[in-house]
């Protein structure tokens, strides 16, 4: 085993000659154990050298590079399947599956995609963004296989973080029902099951996973299943001394043939071990201890602040245009403030995260009240049911999500929130276009949120009305959401007073003819310019629900065209609440509804996203002018 360690990222392509011999996962079949290190060594540095190009998942990649080369080594893929879990372990995965030159084009517009889909290689079994995911697909897989009289094997290849999810201990509950050929694979990169991989411990993984013991303990379950009480007595012998020694024994329970731990990093005992587990029938589950940010010493000494990586022209370009004296925060940053100040005042408050501390800028809340802190793992459903039980106890939480997690609770957001009437405040984090694209881009939140009685939905347009609608938000007595983009704002300086807002009320920013335009969030800043140019009325909105009808009712009596603008899908949306409130009213009136459209919308620079959408002030302007133009016409067609 390597102990390589880049201590830079490369600015020039490394000389890779073995795995440039690699074009498809087949042609790994031609090296010998002893030339496997050398390729895990030059796909290590061609992914550091990659990804500080274009920016992207990095340390997760970097702890599985054995491990790809194995399971690539051992199985027939794709005619077996490798189902990831989550997608940012994948980088190396998409290096040996034919994709090695695209990288460069990693997270582009119309580049190779930042995570497993399945449109873009075969190799790519299932589609995968969010975590948690792949157990019950590869289960999903196995079956269909048998069903089909198909010869395949199905691995999922799952993380320690990943695992914690409701979704994949369903799945495992379920697996040993089915009897499936499936491997489930373990990734252990956060010391959270073993703390150290021994020598009795690698000792015992080889004799569990050996074709010998294999075939005695499958010969004795035939025998013994005839003599009850001898059978249960060997398989507790055999239970207790899996104990002893492997902490397998939850996975044994659930009917999965325990084996490991492992490390990770031993690509002669990896390739050795799947090459004795790929036969074997029934659910087998191997548990591998890995190293985050293997390879390159920055991403091993801080596996969280290496999870992502900018790529080094950005970095740069940044530095040079940033001005001195000026420090603008990000959204995240206002609301991590926010959440100190406010615990300071009121000790009834806790901080809820499903593993987004860092994202969610809740460092120091955890370090000035780790009392009041709680990071539930990766388990949105769990996180809302936990708060809304603090709630019914008098407790104030705060959960701070990002919005495209919080789709994976929209069931408990409803029957253990809102119906209940429970007093939980949603900071909802990365509204609106990512760059990683449609998995990650939180252009849903507006349409399933307003549909929901009892919660509040608010939309920040600046950096100050982000800290005004969080306090508005957590004095409401009630669910409140409030929904803000991911970094940073227009630069408006924040009050630190706590202040409210009034619920249900926009405001008037500027006053004009013709047209009004009704802009909610992130979409203020971009209407304002087209308003200067047009002379129209600007209101910024404030509240998705409920909705200033009184507004909205004055601004259609009083111009001609109604234009409603929202980062957020226009099916369903903020637009469509405004279209309600006229119908209601029995105003008609020319309307406009601008949002996301119809469809997923590919990873790209949110900028670049924006425009493609029609929601830069260009695109804006145009889709105004388009219409006032069609309304002339038949306006005087029908004179």
Known sequence: MSDHTFEEIPLTRPETPLLDRVNSPTDLKDFDKS?????????????????????????AGLGV??????????????????VWDVGHQTYPHKILTGRREEMQNLRQPNGIAPFPVREESDFDTFGVGHSSTSISAALGMAIAARMKGEEQRTVAIIGDGAITAGLAFEALNHVSETEANLLVILNDNAMSISRNVGGLSRYFARILSSRLYLSMREGSKKILSRIPKAWELARRTEEHMKGMVVPGTLFDELGLNYMGPIDGHDIETLVSTLGNIKDLKGPQFLHIITQKGKGYRPAEASPVGSHSLSKIVSNIKLNTAEKPGIN??????????????????????????????EGSDMVDFEERFPDRYFDVAIAEQHSLTFAAGLASQGIKPVVAIYSTFLQRAFDQLIHDVAIQNLDVTFAIDRAGLLEDGPTHSGVFDLSFLRCIPNIIVMAP????????????????????????PRGKGPGTEINKQMQSIEIGKGRILKKGKSVAILAFGSMVSPAREVAEQI?????????????????????????????????????????????????????????????????????????????????????????????????????????
């Not at 590079?65 to 490798?82: G, M, S, Y």
């Not at 806790?350 to 501390?357: D, E, L």
């Open 65 to 82: 590079v054995e491990l790809t080369v194995a399971l690539h080594h051992i199985f027939d893929t794709p005619q077996d399947k490798l």
């Open 328 to 357: 603008v925060p990000s959204y995240s940053n206002v609301f991590g403030s926010w959440l100190c100040d406010m615990a300071e005042v009121d000790t009834r408050l806790v901080g809820i995260t499903p593993a987004m501390k």
């Open 535 to 639: 002379g129209a009325t600007l209101a910024d909105m404030r509240f998705v629900k409920p909705l200033d009808k009184t507004l909205i009712k004055k601004l259609a009596l009083d111009h001609d065209l109604i234009v409603t603008i929202e980062e957020n899908s226009v099916q369903g949306g903020a637009g469509s609440g405004v279209n309600e409130v006229l119908t209601e009213e029995g105003i008609l009136i020319e309307t406009l509804n601008l949002g996301v459209p119809d469809r997923f919308v590919q990873q790209d620079k949110p900028e670049n996203m924006l425009s493609e959408c029609g929601l830069d002030s260009k695109g804006i302007l145009r889709s105004i002018q388009s219409r006032q133009s069609n309304f002339k016409k038949n306006s005087f067609t029908s004179h």
């Open 461 to 484: 347009s600046d950096e100050n009305e982000t800290r005004m609608m969080l306090f508005t938000g957590y004095t409401f007595s009630g669910p409140a959401a409030i929904r803000y």
């Open 35 to 59: 030339q496997l290190q050398q390729l895990c060594d030059e796909l290590r540095h061609f992914l550091i050298y990659t990804v500080g190009q274009t920016g992207g998942h990095f340390g």
